[in-house]
């Protein structure tokens, strides 16, 4: 064990003493601290925007005056989409989702004014982040720092020279290890810092914290461990730092984005247009309530007039405009939900091509950890436009309902020809007043844990894997010696 | 000549070299083939909708014609509209994976429906596209440093630098050729497979020329980096570590940092802003008095003022009046979002200026007409036919004309024009100043250490 030490010491004081590792330590570490700061500010600054604007979107909608409850199901609400707990470290798809939706009846629009279509070109190269420089940036640098710390040895000739002096291969490379994983450890300190004042000021779960942080630990050990193998491998330092730059390469930049070109071959999604139209042709076949012939309708009216127990529509209790306008609303919603499944069951279908390819790059297993455990993936952007869809089909039912039940149906009738029905035919502002705001609710830790797993197993096993290729790389070492 | 064909034998039997050449005319031609692909299933897509979008519209031409009520045209009519991608796309499809290529619009309120969203997975748009300019900007530089980074040093660690040095009869004739025949390889290994693109994609000529001097400029920006860290004289070692740390922070950190600070520096909070404004401004509409609205409209469009005045019933031409109102209400909002994006745009083309693989994105973004002034472009002519939309429903509804099935085929049709593209010449020019630069930097520099 103090032999461990003994050359991690040495290795220490040898990074201290080199300018340009020092430098380069120093200046990711710097860079790892704007990225949280930046993050952080932002994040909170979007969190206020978006509280202050659905705050706005809510008050809009009790200030509305007496109105006719239709009416206000086309004034309709809008739902902002809440900043989540862990944004700031890993911001996700954050900037490729629109955040705001407008909710009105027979239409299910879109979310809109996401970051990624306001932003100028750069956004594609990726966003300062605290998860980008932990996932990105930190193993490249690692690997210039690393490359030679074994291989340099190699030649100059004083690798022989330890092993000679009896440090076993092992403890060589443990101790360079460990110097390199604690270089690491320096320089992500500040996001790992975000991350417990994330957890400690209350924005996040500590569950959520602590995956994060054993996500990105396990994910940093395992470049340690690739880059002191390599280097203990390798004959020369430069094959080293070029075998590694390339794998990192591969594995960071590369996989990630050949994924998504595979993953869209295999499950092609529809165009927004394609499903409106897919979605009113769907309508027109199953009823046209403009139609007074419609056998839909025609059936519905007599299931109405025989649950009153009446014969004639004017003399059903209730407003039968309102009851047409909630049959109506029943049956483009459950069109809008099978479009909309069909839609999320393609992109998750892409999710799992995506994710599968966590086999040849660890790089695909931390961002789908770090992602999920932030509550900025797929899963949460879908949580969120379901949210708002159930919120908005609650409203508009509600609203459909009032007018059954708070609109005489004579006044319906004569509103858009004579102007004391139209004004009998507005209801209370009150009843605007009285409705609930829409309030998404967070998956349970749990949940996003059990999502988290499967991608955090795969990130272990890639240090499982390193740590197996460094102690074959020890074990070779001691041979070479003797 | 000779120096070239020895040179090129001699690089033709280094496996590592050939190897590494090989690697990127793979990577470029996947890269092509993905964005020929991508761009194919967009024109599908486009195609697929035409016969989808005519029978929707015959739907509604069957129902409205029975009344032959202008209003029920003109608000249940949607009319299609399309931005084919264009010859140049594929080798960057840009902000087409993000933003919509295909939208309807209706001559309803246009703020409404002009920020539509695509249905996409933002999960598969993080990542960004694996195309040609991902290839050129972010991959092409890490083969020229694996190149380049030992050409003289090389040599020197094998002990071979002064017998070759020797052995030739001026070291710069052999400097040269070996360089040139390097980057040559190189530039094919990425000109080729674009070169199939361009013939599959029928690319304009002007543009595949632009294309070439694009990919040639930032080469060579890499070339003479490698060259001037070469120039030091230190170990291969130590220029390989020096070279990925300028590609780290010249394609990753700094684009990174310029991204934060636009976006900070000109915040675009009226997106959101905007649709709530538009919406309560048309809403209000019924809890004013009609005249009110009528007054407002007449003002912008005062042909429609001596009409028939609006009685106590319903009609659509006060709905269609107060929905243009709505929007000439949130025009102040809309020309600053606008106005907004186009300044960050300019702002990431001044960072270009600086930045070679900043410049090398925008510029192959700019010749493919797929960055977000293009975006905006495709807004505006939107904006430009839901104009015609409107001036075409007015008459029917301001003269109480009735609608009937030939009007419908009276409709304006939108006119897709793929985007022409434009010569990026600020941002070629700044890739070339920037090679002069770090060029002139390394000669005063080569100077001082040679005194």
Known sequence: MSVILSVTRNELRHLVRSRVALTGLILVALLTFAAALTSNAYQADQAGLRERLQHAADQDFAAQPNRHPHRVVHFGHFAIRPASGLAAMDPGVEAYTGNMIFLEGHRQNSANFGDARQSSLLVRFGQLSPALVLQVIVPLLLVFIGAGMIAGERERGTLRQSLLAGISGGALLSGKALALGLAALAISTPAFGLLLWLGASGGARLSAVGLTTLGYVAYLAFWTLLIIAVSATANRSRSALIGLVGAWAFMVVLVPRVAPEAAAALAPLPTRVETDIAVQRDLRSMGDSHNPNDPYFAAFKQKTLKQYGVTRVEDLPVNYRGLLAIEGEKLTSSLFDRYADQAFGAMEAQGRVMDALAVVSPTVAIRRVSMTLAETDLFAYRRFLEQAEAYRYDLVQRLNRLQATAVTAADDAAKSKNAAAEARSRISADHWQAMPHFDPKRPSAADVVGRAVPALVALLLWLAAGAVFAARAGHRLNRSAA | ?451
């Open chain 2, 1 to 451: 000549m000779n120096a070239l064909l020895r040179e090129a034998r001699f690089l033709l039997g280094l496996k590592s070299a050939v190897a590494a050449m090989v690697a990127l005319f793979a990577l470029t031609a996947v890269a092509v083939s993905a964005g020929l692909v991508e761009v194919a299933r967009q024109e599908a897509a486009i195609a697929r909708i035409g016969p989808q979008q005519a029978s929707d519209v015959a739907a509604v031409t069957d129902w409205v014609s029975q009344g032959k009520d202008p209003g029920n045209a003109a608000y249940y009519t949607f009319h299609a509209t399309s931005d084919p991608p264009s010859d140049l796309a594929f080798a960057a499809i840009g902000t087409r994976d993000v933003s919509p290529y295909v939208l309807r619009v209706r001559a309803l309120g246009l703020e409404a429906q002009l920020y539509e969203g695509e249905i996409g997975n933002p999960e598969a748009a993080l990542p960004g596209r694996f195309d040609f300019a991902f290839v050129l900007v972010y991959l092409a530089p890490l083969f020229v440093i694996l190149l380049f980074h030992d050409l003289r040093s090389g040599e020197r660690e094998a002990g071979r630098l002064r017998a070759l040095e020797a052995s030739v009869g001026a070291p710069s004739a052999l400097w040269g050729a070996r360089l040139t025949v390097r980057a040559l390889g190189l530039f094919l290994a990425l000109a080729l497979p674009f070169f199939v693109g361009a013939f599959v994609a029928g690319t304009a000529l002007w543009k595949v020329g632009a294309v070439l001097a694009v990919v040639l400029a930032y080469l060579a920006f890499w070339i003479v980096l490698c060259m001037v860290v070469a120039r030091a004289a230190r170990s291969s070692l130590a220029n390989a570590m020096t070279l990925a740390a300028a590609w780290m922070t010249l394609t990753l950190i700094v684009p990174a940092i310029g991204h934060v600070a636009i976006n900070s520096a000109i915040p675009l909070r009226q997106g959101m802003e905007l649709g709530q404004t538009q919406r309560t401004a048309v809403h209000r509409a019924w809890d004013i008095p009609k005249s009110e609205s009528m007054d407002a409209f007449f003002r912008t469009h005062p042909q429609w003022r001596n009409t028939a005045p609006l009685g106590e019933a319903f009609h659509w031409k006060w709905y269609f009046a107060f929905h243009q109102v709505g929007d000439e209400l949130a025009g102040d909002l809309s020309r600053q979002y606008r106005q907004g994006v186009l300044e960050r745009a300019a702002w990431s083309e001044r960072l270009g200026l600086v930045t070679p693989g900043v410049a090398t994105q925008l510029a192959l973004h700019r010749l493919a007409a797929t960055d977000p002034a293009a975006q905006i472009a495709y807004q505006d002519r939107i904006r430009a036919f839901h104009g015609e939309l409107r001036r075409f429903y007015y008459p029917y509804l301001f003269e109480d004309r009735p609608f009937g099935r030939a009007d419908f085929a009276r409709a304006p049709e939108y006119r897709a024009a793929p985007a022409a593209g434009s010569w990026p010449v600020a941002l070629l020019g700044g890739v070339v100043l920037m090679t002069a630069l770090v060029g002139g930097i390394g000669f005063v520099r080569g100077r001082r250490v040679a005194s």
